[in-house]
């Protein structure tokens, strides 16, 4: 017959192992609300980030004016926000997000992958840049770092920065011109425009259709893409 160890165990270590799990219980999840149009990204944004663990999604939205509601209701670590929803602007938001909540870090997530947008999403005060087609491979360390303070962008997109610089004013066009088409690109209202030009509201109306006149622009979506083609949006 054997005889039993002198600590009364019946062999291996007698401490207590934890695993990863247990670690992190005593965290705090990283709160996460999501902004994005359509439900079904949004169901699977939640658990893409559900899945990975430390993150709590505390709320989804559609379009800005409700993603704004639940940052301010929450205040959470990361608002992850689609470039791209109808009414309010997403860029010509998030300095004013960035404002009212300032614990709250934003993570653009989108389908354009033009440098300028990303150009003008991190002067405005976002803190990442993911696109959507590389979400499942991005996100969570995009999430993670603006949590923390830092910031990310897509690796082509960065690269792309770099070696796109902004190019001069087209077709004639002086700065003032420029600035109108890019804040009217971005979603801004001609009251808005005006303000920042310190213009009449009317008169920024006037030169918008003067310009698109000019330009040979007939609808907005026109202007929207003659200002990315010339990237017009990273002056």
């Not at 934003?106 to 976002?126: K, N």
């Not at 425009?193 to 920024?204: A, F, P």
């Amino acid at each position: 017959m054997v005889s039993p160890p002198a600590n009364g165990k019946a062999g291996g270590s007698s401490l207590p192992t934890m695993d990863s799990d247990e670690r992190s219980a005593g965290e705090r999840p990283v709160k996460i609300v999501i902004a994005d149009d359509h439900g079904v990204v949004r169901a699977g944004l939640r658990l893409l980030l559900e899945a990975e663990g430390g993150f709590e999604v505390v709320a989804e939205a559609e379009d800005v004016a409700s993603a704004r509601h639940y940052v301010r209701a929450h205040r959470p670590a990361v608002l992850i926000l689609d470039l791209n929803m109808p009414g309010e602007s997403s860029l010509a938001a998030i300095p004013a997000l960035r404002d009212e909540v300032p614990e709250t870090q934003i993570v653009v997530l989108t389908m354009q992958d033009d440098p300028a947008f990303a150009r003008e999403a991190l002067r405005a005060g976002a803190a990442g840049f993911v696109l959507k087609r590389s979400a499942e491979d991005e996100l969570i360390e995009a999430a993670r770092l603006a949590a923390r303070g830092e910031s990310y962008i897509n690796p082509q997109l960065g690269v792309r920065l770099v070696v796109e610089p902004p190019s001069g004013p087209p077709d004639g066009l002086n700065e003032e011109e420029v600035e109108i088409l890019r804040l009217v690109a971005l979603g801004h209202t001609n009251a808005e425009i005006g303000e920042r030009l310190h213009l009449s509201g009317r008169t920024v109306e006037t030169h918008r259709i003067r310009l698109q006149h000019r330009l040979g622009l007939e609808t907005r979506a026109d202007l929207v893409r003659y200002v990315l083609d010339r990237d017009l949006l990273e002056r």
